[in-house]
Each structure stands twice: as C-alpha cells, then as structure tokens.
C-alpha cells in the first residue's frame, strides 16, 4: 500500500496501531503534516470457494478530516511469477507451473495503474485510487479480493471473484 506523497512534507506515512480481528489484520496509519486524510487497511482472509487455495481480500478505508481532499493511494500485489496481465477491474499472474493468482476490484473503487516486471520472474500488479474530491467526515472503502486458483480456471475465477464482490 502506498500513498502519494504531498509535495510540502516527505515524512512517511507510519502504522499508529497494528491489530488482528478474527480473520482480519488490520494496520491503522496517521497522516503525516499536510495530508488531509487518515487511512485504514484490512487484510482477510477468505473462506475457500471452488478450487481455490487461497483467498484474501484487501479493504482500503479512507477518511477524510479537512473540508477538502484528494487521496491518492495504490494497492500493489507482487508475485515470483511467469506473466502478468492487468485490465478493468482484473489482474492474472500467471505461474510457471499450474497455478495462476487472480484479483478483481468492483468499478468505481481501482483503476489498474502498472503492471510491471520488476525483477527476473517477479510480477507486479498496481491499482489506484486518486485525486478524486472527497469532502470533511467521508469514509471511503476500497475493496480488491485475489485467489490462488489451477491456472485453467484463471478466468473463470477473476469472474467468480467480481461476482462476490457485487453480491
């Protein structure tokens, strides 16, 4: 998770509380000096559905403090894989072996931003939410939900993953 940076302040942006919640991992961050929101970040981990080995989601909440802000944060899954392939609303990286690890977004929370090889075999899947107007008292939630599936039901899968995000 990443936030951009304000061009009047470089301090980072640090986790004020860190804490687990069932099956949740939940990092609370203060906003450094001139940054006019406060962010959240849930990590969670999902029951297993169909073929899948593994499933999380990752909800990004936002709240704003000052009359007027335009958070920009990005959300970047990274992985030892053979190929990346990043669109609306979905991503696929693809293993060398018979896996392939899927996300999907609903519309309106992330746009794809990167998909990029960052190392040798080491993919990377970026999405952004940014400079949108948010007003004072906003709480914005941002949801991306991934899934380690048998690579010949990729597809299929990323489909499942926006489905039971709508639903």
Not at 10 to 25: K, Q, S
Not at 92 to 115: K, M, N
Not at 131 to 151: D, S, Y
Request: charged content about 20%; overall charge negative; hydrophobic content about 40%.
């Amino acid at each position: 998770v990443n936030v951009a940076e304000d061009a009047a302040t470089d301090e980072p942006w640090l986790p004020t509380d860190t804490y687990t919640r069932g099956n949740d991992l939940v990092a609370t961050y203060r906003e450094p000096l001139g940054q006019p929101f406060t962010l959240q970040v849930y990590w969670r981990v999902l029951p297993l559905k169909h073929r899948q080995s593994a499933a999380l989601e990752s909800i990004v909440s936002i709240q704003t403090r000052e009359w007027e802000a335009h958070p920009h944060v990005t959300l970047t899954s990274a992985l030892a894989v053979h190929s990346a392939r990043l669109q609306t609303g979905r991503a696929l990286l693809r293993s060398h072996h018979d896996w392939a690890y899927v996300e999907a977004t609903l519309p309106g929370d992330f746009t794809p931003s990167a998909c990029e090889s960052a190392a040798p075999n080491l993919h990377a899947a970026a999405w952004t939410y940014g400079n949108h107007f948010m007003e004072r008292g906003v709480i914005r939630q941002l949801r991306l939900r991934g899934a380690i599936v048998p690579i010949a039901e990729a597809e299929e899968a990323i489909e499942q993953l926006r489905a039971d995000l709508v639903a």
